[in-house]
Structures are given as structure tokens and as C-alpha cells.
């Protein structure tokens, strides 16, 4: 299948990104992706940022449809996570499943390292603006998940929720380097396990007496 000019620049940004960091060189991601034109990227996209933005648009797309259909999924089963007394687990793995499933369904090996360079990159903040119809699945797990810890201390649920997402994309991204490396199969369904056993209990981890901790660090 024949793709074009535009979706080889994102999926050689992808990469580069991922394996250099997001200050590679545009030239370099140009070559990459067969482009005789050093200047194609900002022919498509103006900018890093606007480059930035549609790879995580671009995967996006291939995430959405796959999370609401387990969203519907997980809200019709009789017998759910939020039934048996875990909401937190079913949830994350609504949000996580479509991750590990972009490399055996789409030949995606590099996005969890991608995002994890460029995280703190305001063009991914802009791009996964959750108020975005088109992310609408995201907003209902983190709301789901925020109802499920509200015995949590709001400040420390808040700072949960917040962590989520770098936590995810760490361990998403040694996944891809074992896949990589050849220790473990893309589609292991211990993998699965193991990452969603590990974010549900940063979750749901016991909480201090009284949240305290020693402030003299030098002991």
C-alpha cells in the first residue's frame, strides 16, 4: 500500500524522535522519509511543533475507536470491573490495551518512546486537550478513575491522575525496547498484566498517616 509524503514524515518523526530525541534534525527526518525536499516538513507541517502534534494526532486516530469500543464494552458487561470492586483496573485497562495493541494491529514500534521524549513539549499538551471530541474516550476513563479513588485525599488523587500518563508511557517504552531486543513478544499477554497490575497499584497504594514525610533527608 502506496502512503503518502505527509505520513512518511510522521511515522520517520516517530522514529527519530523516539531513538534522538525531538531536536533531531529536520533534514535528517526528511531523508528518512524519502523526501529529495530538505524543506518538507514545513511544507506539511510549518513547524516542529505542528510536526509534533500530528504524529500524536496520528496515533490518536488509530487509539479513539479502539478505547470507546472497550468503554462500551466495560459499561455493558454484567459483571465489570466496577462490579466486582475494582473500577480502577477495568479502567486502565480500557486506556492502556490500545497502546500495546498499535504494535501487532498497526506496526507502531516506537510511539510509547516518541511520547516519552516529547512529552513536556507544549504541542503535545495542546494536542491531547482533553475537552477535543475526538479524545472523548480519555476524558471518560480519567473521570471514571477519578470517581473510583475519591476516597483518596483530593490533592493526592490529583496528583495521581497526574502522574498517570508518565508512568504509562515509561513502562510502555521498555516494552517497545524489549520487543525491540527480542526479550518478549509485542503481544504478551503477560506484559499486559504486569503493566496494568503496576499502574493500578500507583493508584491505589496505601496512604501514609497523615501523608508525612521526614523532611531532614541528610539521616
Given amino acids: 500500500m502506496t502512503i503518502s509524503a505527509r505520513e512518511r514524515l510522521i511515522l520517520a518523526a516517530e522514529r527519530l524522535m523516539a531513538e534522538k530525541g525531538p531536536s533531531v534534525s529536520l533534514r535528517d527526518i526528511a531523508i528518512a522519509a524519502e523526501q529529495r525536499n530538505n524543506s518538507a516538513v514545513q511544507y506539511h507541517f510549518d513547524t516542529r511543533d505542528g510536526l509534533i502534534r500530528a504524529v500524536v ?20 458487561s454484567t459483571v465489570s470491573s466496577a462490579e466486582s470492586g475494582n473500577p480502577v483496573h477495568g479502567l486502565l485497562e480500557v486506556l492502556t490495551l490500545p497502546m500495546f495493541e498499535l504494535g501487532p494491529r498497526f506496526g507502531a514500534t516506537h510511539y510509547a518512546r516518541f511520547h516519552e521524549q516529547v512529552r513536556a513539549n507544549r504541542a503535545v499538551r495542546d494536542a491531547t486537550n482533553l475537552s477535543d471530541e475526538r479524545r472523548s474516550s480519555i476524558l471518560t476513563i480519567m473521570r471514571g478513575l477519578d470517581k473510583a479513588l475519591a476516597p483518596l485525599p483530593p490533592q493526592l488523587r490529583e496528583r495521581r491522575l497526574r502522574s498517570l500518563p508518565t508512568v504509562l508511557f515509561s ?39 497523615g501523608q508525612r514525610v521526614r523532611s531532614d533527608l541528610s539521616v
Avoid at 527480542?182 to 497490575?197: K, S, Y
Wanted: aromatic residues 6%; glycine residues 6%; charged residues 30%.
Fill in 57 to 76: 494526532d496520528y496515533r490518536i486516530e488509530m487509539l479513539e475507536p479502539r478505547r470507546r469500543a472497550l468503554l462500551a464494552e466495560y459499561f455493558g
Fill in 171 to 209: 513502562l510502555l517504552a521498555d516494552h517497545e525496547r524489549a520487543v525491540e531486543d527480542g526479550r518478549i513478544a509485542a503481544d504478551d499477554p503477560n506484559a499486559v498484566a504486569e503493566l496494568l497490575d503496576m499502574a493500578n497499584g500507583l493508584l491505589r497504594a496505601p496512604v501514609s498517616a
